[in-house]
């Protein structure tokens, strides 16, 4: 009996040892296996990493490259020089935003895609910049023509001093030409601003009714609409300043009337061009980012809306940004 069991032992001892075996073998198959997938997602990580690293020295120097154009076309004019280094912070914003593409979001198509509206930014940049420069140069000009015309008068006022009328009538000359020059400048001034103003160059109105579920849908009858939704479509605008624009919506019902209720946010605006006051129904403010966007404003006075065609009005600035039509049955 002692024989048999140590024989039946020795047979489980082997069959353990083969057990283990095996799994040492599967085990080290597995980790080899493992180390083959690691190595490729090492490769493909580092070939990434070198990408993101090409496309970030690429947008350094690109940047570096708009920062120089940029300070290079600074002169001592205080104001121009504002508006280069207001310039460098938003192409600074932009550099920032791709920066996030590439190393937070791995975004390498899109970061590309910036980069690109970078440079396009950056030389509409310099390009507006030196539109300003000629026309500072051509105003300089003229005052230094200005100024020698008017020593030149002085001189031949205090060599010839005739009589008091002629010095009069000098001065008169000289207050005239100063009106026009400040004359000028307010056009150029006033250029300038009606340059930012934002087109519209597309208003939709509509008739809303909300249902007792609180849904909202698009009525033609008068007598079924609650309010006028008016949605507009600005256009882009690099001139004008990033941040909050205000648009005036004017609604003119059938009978030519302005639709207006001071409690429900109607107010009057002057007409930049004419000078003339302009009674508005609602304003809306909108962020603003110098690219097209949709905005819309609602117009809910209370009261009945009668049949027929109403004008849609929409300013900006001061000035009549666009116009739109709706038709209430």
């Known amino acids: 009996m002692t024989t048999i069991k140590t024989a039946k032992t020795k047979s489980n001892t082997v069959a353990w040892l083969i057990a283990v075996i095996v799994c040492?073998?599967?085990?080290?198959g597995y980790l080899a296996f493992d180390r083959s997938q690691l190595s490729q997602d090492n490769t493909k990580q580092a070939a990434e990493l070198v990408e993101v690293e090409k496309i970030q020295a690429e947008l350094e120097i690109q940047y570096e490259e708009a920062m120089t154009s940029l300070d290079g076309m600074k002169t001592d004019n205080i104001e121009l020089n504002k508006l280069i280094d207001q310039q460098k912070i938003e192409?600074?914003?932009?550099?920032k935003k791709i920066s996030?593409?590439?190393w937070t979001e791995k975004k390498l198509k899109e970061a590309k895609a910036e980069m690109a509206n970078l440079q396009t930014l950056t030389e509409q940049y310099v390009a507006d910049i030196q539109t300003l420069k000629d026309e500072n140069k051509m105003l300089n000009e003229k005052n230094v023509m200005l100024?020698?015309?008017?020593?030149?008068?002085?001189?031949?006022?205090?060599?010839?001093?005739?009589?008091?009328?002629?010095?009069?009538?000098t001065q008169a000359v000289l207050v005239s030409e100063k009106t026009q020059l400040e004359n000028v400048n307010e056009k150029l001034s006033a250029k300038?601003?009606?340059?930012?103003?934002?087109?519209?160059?597309?208003?939709?109105?509509?008739?809303?009714?909300?249902?007792?579920?609180?849904?909202e849908v698009v009525k033609k009858s008068a007598k079924a609409v609650e309010k006028l939704r008016v949605c507009f479509d600005?256009?882009?605008n690099l001139v004008a300043d990033k941040g909050q624009e205000i648009f005036y919506v004017r609604i003119i019902d059938p009978q030519g009337e302005t639709m207006a209720i001071e409690a429900a946010g109607s107010g009057v605006i002057t007409n930049t061009q004419s000078g003339e006051s302009v009674r508005y129904s609602k304003k809306g403010v909108l962020k603003y980012e110098n690219k097209e966007v949709t905005a819309?404003?609602?117009?809910?006075?209370g009261t009945a809306f009668p049949k027929g065609k109403y004008e849609i009005e929409v300013y900006n600035k001061g000035y009549l940004s666009g116009k739109g039509t709706v038709q209430l049955k």
Request: charged residues 30%; contains cysteine; glycine residues 8%.
């Open 24 to 28: 040492l073998a599967g085990l080290s």
């Open 91 to 95: 192409l600074g914003t932009q550099k």
């Open 100 to 102: 996030n593409l590439l």
């Open 147 to 169: 100024e020698e015309d008017k020593s030149i008068l002085t001189e031949n006022l205090n060599l010839e001093k005739e009589t008091t009328a002629e010095l009069q009538n």
């Open 192 to 215: 300038v601003n009606a340059a930012s103003v934002i087109k519209i160059k597309g208003i939709i109105a509509q008739g809303i009714k909300e249902k007792d579920s609180g849904k």
């Open 234 to 236: 600005t256009e882009s």
């Open 296 to 301: 819309c404003v609602d117009w809910a006075p």
